[in-house]
């Protein structure tokens, strides 16, 4: 029962009980773009610019940007084309219920509720000594804004960052396109301050000389390894995207509008950070960059002390749309769990007015600003990160199974019937999708194998012209219709007359079917498709694995050595032997009609989500021991709940007959029939 309950998951278009109604549909292309540049860059860029220039990758640093901004993007892509698929509110949650099983998407829920309240309670922090700037240092502001300690517990509180967060949080109860106005307001602002950097600091830049790019160490000082660790460090500086995909559901055409959202969003954010980041490290040393504000330090060492308060404006405006940007997709997470019965109805009540989920985004805003002002949470930021990377890593996984091993109700065999004008009942053959066929029996599923297609046929000595006869043969007598069948749809038969064949034409037929179709003694159809759905879950399974085994022998230093090669050892062929079978198996033709009609296609695939999956599992393992023995907790916590609620109050679990249960939970395949 409880192995039933982690691994059954919902319908695509899951009805909702209890009379839940969907959030309005009130955004654009343009706010989508807003929000995703105010998720993502954050203070970040006015301080890993210093750390990483002087520690990692020296004047390379626009490169580390650079790389990194491409490994950000495949985890983007695959969250386009999932979020245009299947646009509701929960992001990666979502995607992991409706593909993966209940029990991973409540992990990854869990892990984003924790991401996302750590998050917000982090960026708030930050904001008083900025705000100190304007006032001549955080000593001199005023009482009720700056920060006190409480003598006898020793605890610092941040009154500026809880009342933020307060301002926050009702500003997004009040709608999501009034809040997403004023998200574009602080974006503009902030871009208009990393453009002012990029302006101000090339004029001092070609005054000076780049005095920076002319250093006896080179341009990698670090070496590549430098460079590469840079750009491990610098991914961290495009997470935000993800909160586009949050907004799938309040999206009024999300089809086009979110791809094109998390896409633009994206180029904006790694253009900036280039930019920017290449004006700095020749403005300054590499060695000299103060690690602190290297932005406002590199206008001082130039004789513009005024650029500082410039650029402290320019980090507010950072900060609240990242707040905002944290703020904004986590009650829509927990609303989204709600409406499936893992947590209680209490968090999926929306406002009757503004159509927000007001009772969530109250009980997130209130956690995050009593975390903000009492607490330092420098210890717990590095647990954002798990939140993040795992659900980046569960929308590739998702992306795979989509692609090859659908939900059952998507991929289905056509079935194509051969109706002579004389001669015996008509014969059935199951084929799979959108494939010609001119014979009895099942296709050869291998796409280094279907060199040997129809098209290709024609090109083998001896068998010139084999395509038009058979095509010719088949529109003289008759037509050959193929179609995909589709939920709520009559099932489509094809007919064609059998031609006179001539003694040529006969064995050139017989070679087509000996090469394409195999003996229909030996192998059926339906048990040629479970073995490439066998094959495609094993081969992703074992990519898994592999990535896991490979990132633990890389990254987890406090293994010792030996332990560490042989993980490596396990790992590699592992993964090359998953990724090899993605790359011959064909994909399932069932998943063009999974989702929305007309969502974007994510290009490239296997070779891009496996990408995302070993960058992504890498830098989970590269977090370090401790982090994952504090996130340890709260996943354990997480489970507690879940047992204890959710899975007893599943949506799946309250409404749907027992055997239903049981068909939905057990089997990403059919049983292979031998």
């Known amino acids: 029962m409880v192995t039933q309950a982690l691994w059954r998951r919902k319908a695509v278009r899951q009805p909702q009980r209890n009379g839940h109604t969907e959030l309005a549909k009130r955004l ?79 992990i990854i829920g869990w892990a984003l509720i924790l991401e996302y309240t750590v998050g917000g309670s982090t960026v708030a922090r930050g904001i008083s000594p900025n705000l100190g700037i304007f006032f001549g240092g955080q000593e001199n502001l005023p009482a009720w804004l700056g920060r006190q300690t409480i003598p006898g517990i020793d605890v610092v509180v941040d009154p500026c960052a809880g009342l933020l967060v307060v301002v926050v949080t009702g500003l997004l109860c009040l709608g999501i396109r009034e809040s997403a106005r004023v998200q574009s307001v602080m974006v503009i602002l902030n871009i208009l301050v990393l453009l002012f950097v990029v302006g101000a600091g090339s004029w001092v830049g070609f005054s000076s000389g780049w005095q920076g790019y002319y250093q006896s160490q080179g341009y990698l000082p670090y070496g590549v390894n430098g460079m590469l660790g840079g750009a491990a460090t610098l991914f961290f500086a495009y997470i935000g995207f993800d909160t586009v995909a949050s907004t799938a559901e309040e999206v009024k055409h999300p089809q086009r509008d979110l791809p094109l959202g998390i896409g633009f969003s994206l180029f904006i954010c790694a253009s900036l950070y280039m930019l920017v980041s290449a004006v700095i490290v020749g403005l300054v040393p590499f060695n000299l960059i103060d690690p602190d504000t290297p932005l406002s330090s590199a206008f001082n060492d130039h004789g513009m002390p005024w650029a500082t308060y410039v650029v402290a404006a320019g980090a507010i405006a950072a900060l609240s749309t990242a707040l905002m940007g944290s703020l904004l997709p986590q009650p829509r997470i927990l609303m989204a769990m709600a409406r499936d019965g893992l947590l209680p109805p209490f968090f999926s009540t929306l406002h009757p007015v503004t159509a927000v989920p007001v009772n969530s985004t109250l009980i997130t805003g209130l956690v995050a600003a009593l975390m903000a002002f009492s607490m330092s949470v420098d210890q717990l930021s590095g647990m954002v990160s798990v939140g993040t990377l795992s659900a980046f890593t569960m929308v590739a996984v998702s992306l795979l199974i989509l692609r090859y091993v659908p939900p059952p109700e998507v991929s289905k065999a056509v079935i194509v019937q051969v109706l002579p004008d004389k001669g015996p009942p008509p014969s059935s053959v199951h084929i799979s999708p959108s494939r010609p066929v001119f014979a009895k029996g099942s296709a050869i599923f291998s796409p280094i194998l279907s060199i040997f297609s129809d098209a290709s046929l024609q090109t083998l000595p001896g068998n010139n012209g084999l395509e038009d006869d058979c095509s010719s043969s088949a529109s003289s007598s008759g037509s050959l219709l193929l179609q995909d069948e589709v939920d709520d749809e ?92 993605l790359f011959l198996i064909e994909q399932d033709e069932g998943h063009h009609k999974f989702g929305q009609a007309g969502s974007f296609h994510c290009p490239w695939v296997p070779a891009l989500p496996l990408g995302s999956i070993l960058v992504n599992v890498y830098l989970l393992v590269n977090l370090g021991l401790p982090t994952w023995l504090r996130v340890s907790v709260w996943l354990l916590l997480g489970v507690v709940v879940y047992m204890v609620y959710g899975m007893s109050h599943s949506q799946l679990a309250m409404e749907l007959p027992k055997e239903d249960q049981t068909a939905m939970s057990s089997k990403l395949l059919p049983d292979i029939q031998v």
């Open 28 to 106: 654009r292309v343009t706010d989508l773009i807003s929000i995703g540049i105010g998720s993502t860059i954050g203070a970040g860029v006015y301080v890993l610019v210093g750390t990483v220039a002087r520690e990692r990758a020296g004047p390379a640093l626009t490169v580390s940007f650079l790389i990194a901004g491409i490994a950000a993007a495949l985890a983007a892509l695959c969250y386009a084309e999932l979020s245009s698929r299947l646009p509701s509110a929960g992001s990666a949650y979502h995607y992991a219920y409706t593909c993966v099983g209940e029990g991973v998407a409540w």
């Open 490 to 581: 009559p099932e489509v038969n094809a007919t064609a007359a059998a031609p006179d064949e001539s003694p040529a034409m006969s064995s050139q037929v017989a070679l087509h079917k000996s090469l394409l179709y195999a003996d229909e003694s030996r192998t059926s159809p339906e048990s040629n498709e479970d073995l490439r759905r066998w094959a495609a879950v094993f081969a992703i399974t074992g990519v898994c694995v592999g990535v896991i085994l490979i990132s633990l022998a890389t990254a987890a230093e406090e293994l010792p050595t030996s332990i560490r090669w042989t993980l490596g050892v396990l790992g590699t062929p592992s993964f090359v032997a998953a990724s090899t079978v």
